[in-house]
């Protein structure tokens, strides 16, 4: 990859944006390799949870600039189109390179630091939780340019801190502070810029120590508990139970718990 960088450290993985000059600004070949990583972590059974986070002194300011000019535009295109209006099957196929963090069988959580504007922030908001260091301004600036957060800033927004307050921040391009996301709800933590990087690992081996099947349950439930009735949600919640009432890694918590060491979660 070119620009980004993928390392391991046993159940729990780093994804670096790595564009530091450019304040990891997003280009097309960086969508086009965030969506083919995706596709391959989808199946990786050893990675428990997986830390984003940008090299350098931001997380991301948002996109390069020369992707308005770009002549390759349409290559990004899915080949078996989901839109009759192939701008829209381009925006839907780039939408990928982020809603796969959302939707990925391990806990995703962006470590985020100095800028997490426009398609920064979108990228911040796919995860599952996001540690935010002080200092740090974050915003969608997309009206400035004409167009709007496409990339699941206009559906995930809502979410986190309600329609009216999406709404504020996007119309208005208003950029805020590590302690105004926190307070709003997108952030979950605030914490010094020097341990942001030990604070966002900490977080990624506990939850990669917890069994993997309900990690992968508690993430399908929660999310859907933002967009299906409750009842819809209880069913969703009692299949990933049945999963996991009739899992090993239930057996071992259990065994685990009672010779007092820690478990060995084998996802099954």
């Known amino acids: 990859m070119e620009t980004l960088r993928l390392e391991r450290d046993g159940p729990v993985g780093w994804l670096w944006l790595n564009r530091p000059e450019k304040l990891n600004s997003f280009t097309l070949e960086m969508w086009r390799e965030l969506a083919e990583l995706g596709e391959k972590l989808a199946g990786d059974d050893e990675l428990r949870a997986l830390v984003v986070i940008g090299e350098g002194r931001a997380f991301s300011s948002g996109i390069d600039t020369s992707v308005f000019t ?27 390179a982020y809603t796969w963090l959302e939707e990925a069988p391990f806990a995703t959580i962006a470590a985020v630091r100095g800028y997490a504007l426009g398609a920064g922030l979108q990228l911040a908001l796919a995860c599952d ?11 969608l600036l997309e009206l400035k340019y004409g167009i709007l957060p496409d990339l699941g800033g206009t559906q995930r927004l809502p979410r986190l801190v309600g329609p009216g307050k999406a709404k504020e921040l996007i119309f208005t391009g208003t950029q805020i502070d590590a302690a105004e996301a926190l307070r709003i709800g997108i952030a979950e933590r605030v914490v010094a810029d020097a341990d ?26 929660v999310d859907a508990a933002s967009t299906v009735p409750v009842r819809e949600g209880l069913v969703v919640e009692a299949e990933a139970q049945a999963v996991c009432l009739q899992s090993d890694d239930m057996r071992e918590a259990i065994t685990a718990f009672v010779e007092q060491r820690p478990p060995r979660y084998r996802a099954r």
């Open 129 to 139: 939780l996001r540690v935010v260091a002080e200092g740090t301004k974050l915003g």
């Open 196 to 221: 942001l990087q030990r604070e966002a690992g900490e977080l990624a081996a506990r939850i990669a120590g917890q069994p993997p099947l309900a990690v992968r349950g508690v993430k399908r439930a």
């Open 70 to 96: 770009a002549t390759e535009r349409t290559d990004f295109r899915d080949a078996s189109s989901r839109h009759p209006d192939p701008v829209v099957a381009t925006v839907l196929r780039t939408q990928d």
